[in-house]
């Protein structure tokens, strides 16, 4: 499958592929990657059913990493570092643990490599299929209809970027949600064997606020990432590149300036 990407910046350096969250997309990286861009060549990636990317049925832990070796082969990139957030951080300990000739360096957002099964998760796509998009306004009355379901404000604002208009000035999920929800079982899933381990540098950066990693998942991050560096953004949840990007981009240039 041929993703789409924006080039974020910083020709000339060492590439750099970001991966984004679960029913987010590249433009989630776009204030960091600038950043980033003073390190590194940056790439952002929609994964399958996200975003400008194809759709399709399948969407397995393996699927998501073949999409980007296919990427990478393609535009000429043997070896990479690659920073993936959530469900692109699974993606990047999966492709690390199989294919560790192809990365110098993972970084990790806060994500630990575990299964999680969120209630939340299931009653946010609850929300998102009872939309009549037929009948739908904008994207402000879509939010008045996620709203008993989802009370948190800034995920309604979130969900519903995967709004967009049809031709005809309607509306429809620029996601594939049909494949993504059937495919929650595996997103939510560890994507790693317990034999699992990738020994190069990994940095993974966690949320403070967040309680996707708790301090009792380090000893399993090292346990499959012997090298792994842990740094927490003491003021951020669970999206640090977006809530602290100041702090965020100052962690990450940090440390690979130390592991150069």
Same mark, same amino acid.
Request: glycine fraction near 10%; proline fraction near 5%; aromatic fraction near 8%.
């Given at each position: 499958?041929?993703?789409?990407?924006?080039?974020?910046?910083?020709?000339?350096?060492?590439?750099?592929?970001?991966?984004?969250?679960?029913?987010?997309?590249?433009?989630?990286?776009?204030?960091?990657?600038?950043?980033?861009?003073?390190?590194?060549?940056?790439?952002?990636?929609?994964?399958?059913?996200?975003?400008?990317?194809?759709?399709?049925?399948?969407?397995?832990?393996?699927?998501?990493?073949?999409?980007?070796?296919?990427?990478?082969?393609?535009?000429?990139?043997?070896?990479?570092?690659?920073?993936?957030?959530?469900?692109?951080?699974?993606?990047?300990?999966?492709?690390?643990?199989?294919?560790?000739?192809?990365?110098?360096?993972?970084?990790?957002?806060?994500?630990?490599?575990?299964?999680?099964? &969120?209630?939340?998760?299931? !009653?946010?796509? %609850? +929300?998102?299929? *009872?939309?009549?998009?037929?009948? =739908?306004?904008?994207?402000?009355?879509?939010?008045?209809?996620?709203?008993?379901?989802?009370?948190?404000?800034?995920?309604?604002?979130?969900?519903?970027?995967?709004?967009?208009?049809?031709?005809?000035?309607?509306?429809?999920? &620029?996601?594939?949600?049909? !494949?993504?929800? %059937? +495919?929650?079982? *595996?997103?939510?899933?560890?994507? =790693?064997?317990?034999?699992?381990?990738?020994?190069?540098?990994?940095?993974?950066?966690?949320?403070?606020?967040?309680?996707?990693?708790?301090?009792?998942?380090?000893?399993?991050?090292?346990?499959?990432?012997?090298?792994?560096?842990?740094?927490?953004?003491?003021?951020?949840?669970?999206?640090?590149?977006?809530?602290?990007?100041?702090?965020?981009?100052?962690?990450?240039?940090?440390?690979?300036?130390?592991?150069?």
């Amino acid at each position: 499958m041929e993703l789409f990407s924006r080039d974020l910046g910083g020709a000339g350096n060492p590439p750099l592929i970001l991966l984004h969250g679960l029913l987010g997309s590249s433009r989630n990286w776009l204030g960091a990657g600038a950043m980033l861009a003073e390190s590194w060549h940056v790439h952002a990636l929609d994964l399958r059913n996200h975003g400008k990317s194809p759709h399709a049925e399948a969407m397995r832990y393996d699927d998501l990493v073949g999409d980007v070796l296919t990427w990478m082969d393609a535009h000429g990139f043997g070896r990479v570092d690659l920073m993936g957030h959530s469900m692109g951080g699974k993606v990047g300990m999966r492709l690390a643990s199989e294919f560790p000739d192809r990365l110098n360096r993972l970084i990790v957002v806060d994500i630990a490599p575990k299964a999680y099964h &969120s209630a939340g998760s299931r !009653a946010e796509f %609850a +929300a998102m299929h *009872e939309i009549r998009l037929a009948e =739908l306004k904008s994207r402000t009355e879509a939010e008045l209809k996620m709203e008993s379901r989802v009370p948190d404000w800034a995920m309604r604002k979130f969900l519903t970027t995967n709004l967009e208009r049809t031709d005809d000035g309607g509306w429809r999920w &620029s996601i594939n949600l049909p !494949a993504i929800t %059937a +495919a929650l079982p *595996e997103l939510e899933s560890n994507p =790693l064997a317990d034999s699992a381990v990738f020994a190069g540098p990994v940095l993974f950066v966690l949320g403070g606020k967040s309680r996707y990693v708790r301090p009792e998942d380090h000893a399993l991050i090292r346990r499959h990432f012997p090298a792994a560096a842990i740094e927490v953004i003491v003021d951020s949840g669970h999206n640090p590149h977006m809530q602290s990007r100041e702090a965020f981009g100052a962690c990450v240039q940090a440390w690979f300036r130390g592991t150069g």
